[in-house]
């Protein structure tokens, strides 16, 4: 089966800029993850999504970040106006509902803030 | 709250040699444990959970209530297991994110 599908690879843009990244999860993955991954860390959830609707956004910066997950399939995940300090990788993620459970990350993203 | 600890950044080890990635976690429910791997220009990936119990190119892991710890094992380091290690857990309920340690860089010496 074809993988998690992350566009673009790489981004550099200057602060305060914005920048968009794109997820196309596997296909019949009802959720769908995105991660942020600050170099020397391992990856910290944003927001997750079963079908369409956000069941945790706990640790999105709302005031800058925002993501959606139209039709239940691709997601789209923003940031404006971006800071240094959201230098990282950004990974999507994708699972079958329980008990499976695994979760299928795409090459994410690496965004370079200057 | 959830907390994974990996205490070691970097481990080295020599071809042959056994090798034992530690993790630490803390949860006051019923986790589920896993080993995620990233080997290099490759994307993350399921190394192996624990309630399946089963070794995955050698490693095991053997989770520990009592010490709350996951570490993972294999006896025979191979050159092609050297890559990055997470080990995560999810809370028992539900399709829940992951919560990942640090990692620790795994390199094996020929």
């Known amino acids: 089966e074809a993988g998690v599908a992350q566009s673009p690879r790489y981004k550099i843009i200057e602060k305060r800029q914005s920048v968009a990244f794109w997820c196309n999860p596997i296909s019949g993955h009802a959720t769908l993850y995105w991660y942020q991954q600050i170099l020397g860390q391992g990856p910290k959830l944003l927001i997750q999504?079963?079908?369409?609707?956000?069941?945790?956004d706990s640790q999105l910066p709302k005031d800058r970040f925002s993501a959606e997950r139209l039709k239940g399939v691709d997601s789209t995940l923003k940031i404006q106006p971006a800071k240094l300090e959201d230098s990282a990788v950004y990974l999507c993620?994708?699972?079958?509902?329980?008990?499976?459970?695994?979760?299928?990350f795409g090459p994410g993203t690496r965004l370079t803030v200057t | 709250a959830q907390r994974v600890t990996q205490p070691e950044k970097l481990l080295s080890v020599f071809k042959g040699a056994p090798v034992e990635l530690k993790c630490n976690y803390s949860y006051s429910g019923s986790p589920e444990l896993f080993w995620y791997v990233q080997y290099s220009r490759q994307r993350l990936q399921l190394l192996l959970r624990?309630?399946s119990r089963e070794s995955i190119k050698g490693f095991t892991a053997d989770l520990n209530k009592g010490e709350t710890s996951f570490h993972l094992k294999k006896p025979f380091a191979q050159e092609e297991d050297s890559a990055m290690y997470y080990c995560?857990?999810?809370?028992?309920?539900?399709?829940?994110?992951?919560?990942f340690g640090k990692g620790t860089r795994l390199s094996v010496i020929a």
């Open positions: 624990h309630i």
């Open positions: 993620a994708s699972s079958l509902l329980r008990p499976s459970g695994e979760q299928y």
């Open positions: 995560a857990l999810i809370r028992n309920s539900g399709n829940t994110p992951l919560v």
């Open positions: 999504f079963q079908n369409n609707g956000v069941v945790d």
